[in-house]
């Protein structure tokens, strides 16, 4: 890795000082595997994996393919990408080579070089994709075999798609949801989703199988073969399914975070699992423990942190949160629930315009609504109140940011600084185009405004200034005693926020792999910064 000039010179400084500890260290990366010098990978949320002939590791996600190589234990290093217009809706291994279903239901051979187009499908539909070799029962019927409504339709070799069987229709309010090839015999087993899940089977000819606990009851996600036996994944299992109930029973497989919404699952020659999801691409270690992940964090407009370590980020153009352990291991995966990342409000279309902690829960500003929301990351399942109406006065048209405290709620809406409840706002003149806000404890607010940063006390329903720094800021975060700041040009500060007096720095460019800031948070003795060059975040030890 090539150091930068600026950074070598800032690296020599600290080291002709001596061995004082600074005050600010690097510390790390949360909830990326990759190594912090590598090349970033520019998506969140994967949708499709496979393990090609030669062992190679690939990824379906945003607008193309991403290889990686598999060696042992080590965290793998991203390879060849090769794009394809539309983005992936699925991808599966066939023994030789990879098929890729684009969003158009266009069906693509890849070689690991370049893609050729081999078919296409009415739209991107579940399918089951045979093994090159295999031509036994269902097999025998083409490339690959989808799922339409009730309709199971085969691609051929010639390209040409047709029906070759329907199903009966499923109980009212079900659908069929997931299709997949038995290689031990060549059966094509379906998949029933909720409120009636079940598995199904059929025999080469269609009959469906009624014997050793079949059709049988079971929510599957995902349908995937190993090239030995069909797995199935949903409702917080991971099955292999077997012809006899009593087999499938015995080869159980493994409990796995129901939350993390399968879009594609393959084994290695390694025997590891690799899921692609809501998360990136996650290798599921023993006891089904999530051990590994690849993908990025892209787009993170704000940073919030609760007392519990809990760090949520807003991500992917502000329309979604996601959650992340503080104190966790580097190269964990991020925490997981249910329908993570999480929408904001619940709304496919909406967006945020601010997140804040405001010592209860996390507050979630929706843009353009006018919109404030009380969001809880630890109670996201089914019928749980994850999203509700916050309470108190509506927001102020036009808010950009928001900082809060249990008593009282800060807000700049059309570039003028206003509280709730309002007889707080007391004297602000000397408040300058505001543009940043954070709640140092419950009775002071700091605003970074044209002049620098300023801290605003609170008291006996007066706002009063308490003191202000020349500083230039495009980025703040505070707690209890410490605030910190980033600069344009990307120079982290932190600061005593009992009188503003400036107590360690740190330039971004030092950090593993760069560093273009775009949200702070601060939790205990940490800062927190989202890296949009890296699509990660970073983590910094304060030591003052």
Do not use: K
Not at 323 to 329: C, P, Q, T, V
């Amino acid at each position: 890795m090539t150091i930068p000039a600026r950074a070598l010179a800032l690296l020599l400084a600290a080291a002709l000082a001596g061995a004082q500890e600074p005050a600010l260290r690097w510390s790390g990366v949360l909830g990326q595997s990759q190594p912090p010098e590598a090349a970033p990978l520019p998506w969140l949320e994967a949708t499709g994996v496979a393990v090609d002939g030669a062992g190679r590791l690939w990824c379906g996600a945003a607008d193309g393919l991403t290889s990686f190589a598999l060696e042992g234990e080590e965290v793998p290093a991203a390879g060849v990408r090769i794009p394809l217009a539309g983005g992936i809706a699925a991808l599966h291994g066939d023994g030789e080579g990879l098929i890729a279903v684009a969003g158009d239901g266009g069906v693509w051979r890849c070689d690991g070089t370049e893609l050729l187009r081999v078919g296409t499908l009415p739209r991107a539909l579940p399918v089951a994709v045979r093994r090159r070799s295999d031509h036994r029962g269902w097999a025998r019927h083409g490339l690959l075999l989808a799922l339409d409504g009730n309709r199971v339709l085969a691609l051929g070799e010639d390209g040409r798609t047709v029906q070759l069987h329907e199903l009966p229709p499923p109980p009212a309010g079900s659908a069929y949801t997931a299709i997949g090839l038995d290689p031990a015999d060549g059966a094509l087993v379906v998949a029933r989703g909720w409120p009636h899940p079940a598995l199904l089977r059929l025999g080469p000819e269609g009959t469906p199988c009624l014997g050793d606990g079949w059709p049988r009851e079971g929510l599957a996600e995902l349908l995937a073969s190993d090239g030995v036996a069909l797995w199935a994944l949903g409702g917080g299992r991971f099955t292999r399914l077997a012809a006899n109930l009593s087999a499938t029973r015995a080869g159980q497989g493994t409990a796995w975070p129901w939350g993390l919404y399968a879009r594609g699952a393959a084994r290695d020659q390694f025997g590891r699992w690799w899921i692609a999801g809501t998360q990136g691409v996650v290798r599921l270690g023993q006891g089904g423990r999530l051990d590994l992940r690849l993908g990025g964090i892209g787009a993170i407009a704000s940073l919030a942190a609760a007392p519990d370590g809990t760090l949520v980020a807003l991500a992917q153009d502000a329309g979604r949160l996601l959650r992340l352990d503080i104190a966790a291991d580097p190269a964990a995966p991020l925490a997981c629930a249910a329908n993570e990342p999480w929408r904001v409000g619940g709304n496919w279309q909406a967006r945020a315009a601010a997140l804040a902690w405001d010592g209860q829960g996390f507050l979630v500003a929706e843009r353009g609504a006018a919109r404030l929301w009380r969001f809880d990351p630890w109670h996201t399942g089914w019928r749980e109140s994850t999203w509700l109406p916050a309470e108190g006065e509506p927001l102020p048209a036009g808010t950009t940011a928001l900082a809060a405290s249990p008593r009282w709620r800060w807000t700049i809406a059309d570039g003028r600084l206003a509280a709730s409840p309002a007889a707080v706002a007391g004297t602000t003149e000397a408040v300058q185009q505001p543009r940043l806000l954070a709640m140092a404890d419950d009775r002071m607010v700091l605003v970074a405004d044209r002049d620098g940063l300023l801290a605003i006390d609170q008291a006996e329903g007066q706002a009063r200034p308490r003191w202000r720094r020349r500083t230039t800021a495009n980025l703040l975060a505070a707690q209890a005693g410490i605030a910190a700041t980033c600069s344009p040009d990307g120079r982290l500060e932190i600061w005593h926020t009992r009188d503003g007096e400036p107590c360690g720095s740190l330039d971004l460019d030092t950090v593993p792999g760069g560093c273009r800031p775009t949200a702070l948070a601060l939790w205990r003795s940490w800062v927190l910064v989202a890296d949009g060059r890296g699509q990660r975040v970073l983590r910094f030890r304060i030591r003052i």
